[in-house]
């Protein structure tokens, strides 16, 4: 088994089709076939269901897709670890939740560079699932998230709590209204707002993504609820303003990253980005949203 059979098994199941993944590829549909062909030969099994139609998966097929990406994924670290210069005494991968690479991150992934130079970096975006899976399996050193899942071997650390405020286009206009765009900050979030809005319908716009729901209601106009550091720039700029009397909610964000690691650099990483929560968490307590 080797990795362009892997890859073209890959692109065959998101594409369902042989002569679909040729094309993307930049191979032959008989290249395609052979390639599929010594893959089911190595594993002994069918991977997919050939008609007409295209190509579905067999259930053995779907069991294998979770392999078929880790394994891609440990070759490719394989690959960045490997293949760094001798300057570099180590490397390191984070993963985060897009809101927390609004200002959080970036600043912290700056502090590193400056502070340790010989330490490569490879920052990723993800969701709690796949962040989680990969610090599972040990293709990612430290992952930051909202809803961890407690799985064992690997470790879940508090880091901070977010603030989040209420943002809006027009503090003038009454509050509930048809342009508030929920943004699914997880269960710790829905627990929260549910109890402060009991009676509150299921809003018309629902996002899973706090810089989604911003961008739809500076485009549109409209209200949502973001984290303190975003929503600072944001009000400065006069694109946003703060809704009068609205609540905050606390949104604890964790640190999770795995028992067996074998980074070298691990425990400083750690310890990095716990100083560099408690400074940003003074300055959020020191601006002027907070009430």
Known sequence: MDMNQVRTFLAVAANGSFLEAAT??????????????????????????????????????????????????????????????SRFRASITIGARIALWEVFLPRWVGEMRRSSPDISIRSEIGFEEDLMRRVTEGTMDVALMYTPQHNPGVHVQHLFDETLVLLTTDPSKSWPNEDYIYVDWGPAFYAQHSSHYPNLERPAQVVNIGWLGVQIIISNGGSCFVPVRMAEPLIEAGQLFHMPNSPQFKLPTYMVYSHSSDSIVLEQVLGSLREHAADEQKKVLSTGILL
């Open 24 to 85: 993307r590829l930049h191979v032959t549909q008989s290249t395609v076939s052979s390639r599929i062909q010594s893959l089911e030969a190595f594993l002994g099994v069918s991977l997919f269901v050939r008609n007409r139609s295209g190509a579905t998966l067999t259930p053995a097929g779907r069991r294998f897709i979770h392999h078929a990406k880790a394994f891609i994924l440990t070759l490719e670290q394989a690959k960045h670890d490997v293949g760094l210069p």
